[in-house]
């Protein structure tokens, strides 16, 4: 660590606590946190493990997915290893840097150009619409009208607390108008010309629309909802702690991408991660888990395990990131073979808006944004995060 950054971590003592453990916690059945893994090789091995499968945001063994309807998410062994190697591309530092750092940053620069002259703002709104000209590029669907089609997927997600399912049903009148007005005609066009996005690859694969149609509504709460709480969460947390907001503003892209992934260390956006044990698992420091049991990890206790972080694993310290793979953010993103794809394009994506963003003078929030719990991912969102500025 620098002389410089030395001298800027005193006093960012950030935690413990955090905003979001309260919350996760009282959302979650107390039976649920007690038998949750929360050591660090213990969920990595789980993770790893070839005797796993898939049991999170609505499906599980009591309630299998059609076949039509089995996105990248849902699948197991060769068949995803096989879709997922086909996106791969995508995602790799030089599409970021080739193909969606001109859009993050066109998109960063007009959104913050609005905040600064309205003076006031709905971060989490504007964060969301900056999210969905990324992935939208990902996936292959026209975003030049970007409020227009970010109102459309907003209305795909699904709100109902009661639901399992994160985005609502095909029956539903939003999703057929999404369906219609956003998909069907990014899959002509992609019939007639392939292009390098989810769609054309999905395409080569023989997909049908109705499962094309499935992959990319996934991405909405994947690659958009996502992005936008780490946004408003690193927001948050540059506010409330000045120095930290200090210290990013005078820091290039690395440490910026450290101080944004421990901040994801410490608030993980997917609080709980699951999976289905499909034959007897060993788990270092758990024991044996046996085949039939559904498994929980708890992705705070596992980020803040003093076995993987080092001392002090409470404090945003963006040397320990810096130590550990660039934008490993720990367990934040999974690990093992559904481990997130989008993990460098999400920390590019808050880097780049959030070096405009925390450019503007006398920034704050009007009041404390206020955070609901989205059961589908387990995972906290903003409803409400009013920015003012000079
Ligand atoms: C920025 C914050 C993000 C966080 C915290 C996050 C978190 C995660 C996590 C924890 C998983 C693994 C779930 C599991 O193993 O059960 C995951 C998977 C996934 N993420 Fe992300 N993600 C982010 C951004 C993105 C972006 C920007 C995209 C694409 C544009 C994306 C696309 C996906 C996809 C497609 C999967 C499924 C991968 C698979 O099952 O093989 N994510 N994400």
């Known amino acids: 660590m620098s002389d410089r950054t030395d001298s800027l971590m005193e006093g960012l003592n950030i935690g413990p606590g955090t905003k979001t453990a309260k919350l996760a916690t009282e959302s979650t059945s107390p039976a649920k946190l007690a038998s949750a893994i929360k050591t660090f090789p213990a969920a990595s091995a789980l993770l790893r493990s070839t005797d796993v499968l898939q049991s999170g945001a609505g499906v599980s063994e009591s309630q299998p997915v059609d076949e039509d309807r089995m996105t990248l998410f849902h699948l197991d062994g060769e068949r995803h290893r096989k879709r997922r190697a086909a996106v791969a591309p995508f995602f790799t530092l030089r599409a970021i840097k080739d193909r969606y750092e001109p859009i993050m940053e066109a998109t960063a620069e007009s959104i913050v150009a609005r905040i600064a002259s309205e003076k006031t703002a709905r971060l989490d709104q504007m ?47 939003a999703v057929r108008q999404f369906f219609e007005t956003d998909v069907l005609p990014a899959i002509e066009a992609r019939r007639e010309h392939r292009r390098d996005d989810v769609i054309s690859r999905m395409l080569d694969a023989g997909a049908s629309d109705q499962l094309i149609h499935t992959e990319v509504r996934s991405y909405a709460f994947a690659g958009m909802v996502t992005t936008r709480e780490l946004i408003v969460m690193c927001t948050w947390y540059m506010i409330d702690n000045p120095d930290l907001a200090d210290q990013f503003r005078n820091s290039g892209p690395q440490v910026q991408l450290a101080i944004i992934d421990e901040i994801l260390r410490l608030e993980p956006i997917v609080g709980y991660i699951r999976r289905y044990a499909a034959a007897d698992i060993d788990l270092p420091g758990y024991g044996l888990v046996r ?25 945003v310290d963006p040397h320990r990131a810096a130590t550990k793979t660039p934008g490993s953010g720990y367990m934040s993103f999974g690990d093992g073979p559904h481990r997130c794809p989008g993990a460098q394009l999400g920390l590019a994506e808050a880097r780049a808006f959030l070096d405009r963003l925390l450019r503007l003078p006398g920034l704050r929030f009007v009041e404390e944004p206020q955070m609901a719990w989205f059961k589908p991912i387990a995972s906290y969102v903003f409803l409400d995060a009013v920015l003012a500025v000079d």
Request: net charge negative; hydrophobic share 35%.
């Open 291 to 315: 085949a039939g049991t559904s498994l929980t990890i708890d992705v705070r206790k596992a980020n803040t395990d003093e076995a993987a972080t080092g001392p002090c694993p409470h404090l």
């Open 127 to 173: 964060a969301f619409e900056y999210a969905v000209a990324v992935a939208a590029e990902v996936l292959g669907l026209d975003h030049s009208d970007l409020p227009v089609i970010t109102r459309r997927i907003r209305d795909t997600i699904n709100t109902d607390p009661a639901s399992n399912r994160p985005v609502k049903s095909e029956t539903d009148e």
